[in-house]
């Protein structure tokens, strides 16, 4: 059964102060690994899809990395508005019977 | 691009009725959509795979005579919540792949569903 876990499950950053979250996860024949970001009572919105070990995608302030068995998501310089629940979830299956499997996502807090 | 629309937003209704909420892609066609549901303060929770012109694929225990799903087009489907219960109540998430791409699900706002 595909896993995933996210940590930790909550952090609190001052303004500009870097971080990283964690998702570590098992899954047999990964396809993509997401991030995605979700705010209260909002779907998750879509920030990046890395497919293979090495792989690194950047925007603004967000970068994601991947290895065989976990991905980073390195947060530069926080702001207040960074502030959300960061989910991570992977991919496995073929084709259209592939089918994503999150983690509990980590909450991140941004203060000035 | 890729924007995903859920109608309503949110929902009040009583014990017994029943509910439909609509998933549409707005700007893409999308062969196969994702419904999902959170709880607060958890993560979401797949309860089946709808295919377009085909039926839904129901995750392990949801029930599909409770939760009716119909894919009748490229960018719209709907689920159904029969004779709602006040446990139904929680967060119902859409999400859509475009037809021919294997990876990235985008996501509609969102459905609250409060039962009475």
């Known amino acids: 059964e595909d896993q995933v876990t996210q940590s930790p499950e909550a952090l609190r950053l001052q303004e500009g102060e870097s971080s990283s979250l964690n998702c570590s996860y098992t899954?047999?024949?990964?396809?993509?690994l997401f991030w995605y970001r979700q705010d209260p009572g909002k779907g998750p919105e879509f920030l990046f899809t890395?497919?293979?070990a090495g792989e690194e995608k950047e925007k603004e302030r967000l970068k994601a990395t991947l290895t065989k068995k976990e991905s980073f998501l390195h947060i530069t310089a926080p702001k207040p508005e960074d502030s959300a629940t960061y989910l991570c979830a992977v991919q496995a299956g073929a084709g259209t019977a592939s089918k994503i499997t999150f983690g509990t996502g980590t909450r991140l807090q941004v203060t000035l | 691009g890729a924007v995903v629309s859920q109608h309503p937003s949110w929902v009040i209704c009583k014990s017994g009725t029943s509910v439909k909420i609509e998933c549409r892609s707005l700007?893409?066609?999308?062969?196969?959509m994702f419904w999902y549901r959170q709880f607060p303060k958890q993560s979401l929770m797949l309860m089946a795979t709808?295919?377009?012109?085909?039926?839904?694929?129901?995750e392990q225990g949801v029930e599909k005579d409770k939760f009716l799903i119909n894919h009748a087009s490229l960018t719209l489907s709907t689920l159904t919540v029969t004779s709602a219960h006040p446990e139904d109540s929680s967060f119902y998430i859409c999400?859509?792949?475009?037809?021919?791409?294997?990876?990235?699900?985008?996501f509609g706002p969102g459905t609250r569903l409060t039962v009475t």
């Open positions: 709808s295919n377009e012109g085909s039926k839904a694929t129901y």
């Open positions: 700007d893409f066609q999308a062969t196969t």
């Open positions: 899954v047999s024949g990964l396809r993509g």
């Open positions: 999400s859509a792949r475009e037809s021919g791409s294997s990876s990235e699900q985008y």
């Open positions: 890395l497919y293979s």
